[in-house]
């Protein structure tokens, strides 16, 4: 199972991403999480990402090309793999259908989940991940037991750089004019299986379960 989670900041794609691996067996591939490793090792990559991350400005098209390329080509995705947050331009989607064509494979089923904007605040300046393990909360929906600490390994909880709200609105008008031109393109390839992402978190992933198997 080849499968894209499409969608907003904050919109529910890490938290979803997550089931589908215990249902499916097959790797997320979030090519947030890349980057946001990549600043914490500070390899050159993650220097120059930073500067955008920050500010809510999408990395070049040439570098996140480059992670998703090479990551497709590790065999633990042989089996099929769940890409969070790629293709997030119409040259990434370009470039995906390229690298997936000389690997003799395509994609199943790309999930375009979508809630309220004010909702996408709400989840985003609430959300706080653990510091060891990454695991992600939120202070109201998905609170820790202790606060501030993780629940599976103890880890201190903290707040992405990205997620203050002048950052996150810039991310929301980004999002609206680099990434939602992909519901059409998708659309046009009979690909899209659109899902309402307000809901439990069980229940959304019900409808995208009944919406790839059904
Ligand atoms: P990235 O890490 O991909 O961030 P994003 O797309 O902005 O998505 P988020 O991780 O913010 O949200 P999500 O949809 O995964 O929501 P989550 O499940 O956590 O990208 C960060 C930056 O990296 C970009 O700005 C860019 O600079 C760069 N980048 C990454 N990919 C790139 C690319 N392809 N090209 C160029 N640049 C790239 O949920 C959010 C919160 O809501 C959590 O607290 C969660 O607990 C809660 N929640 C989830 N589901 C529910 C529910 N059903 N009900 C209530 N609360 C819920
Ligand atoms: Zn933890």
New binding site residues.
Partial sequence: MNLILL??????????AKLLIEKFGIPQI????I??AAVKEQTPMGVE?KR??DS????P?SV?IGIVEERLAQADCAPGFIL??????VA?ADALKGVLAGLKRGIDHVIS?SVDSQELLT??T???ACAKCGA???VK??PAKLEGICDACGGALFQRE??KEETIMK?LT?YEEQTAPLISYYRDASLLRSVN?????DG?QAEILAQIQG
């Fill in positions: 969608g907003p900041p904050g919109v529910g794609k890490g938290t979803q979030s090519t947030g999480d980057l946001r990402a955008y991350m809510g400005a999408l990395v098209d996140v969070d947050g790629f293709p997030r331009t990434q989940l989840r985003l609430g959300r706080r992600v909360y939120h929906f998905a990205d997620d991310r980004v992402g307000l809901g439990t978190v959304v």
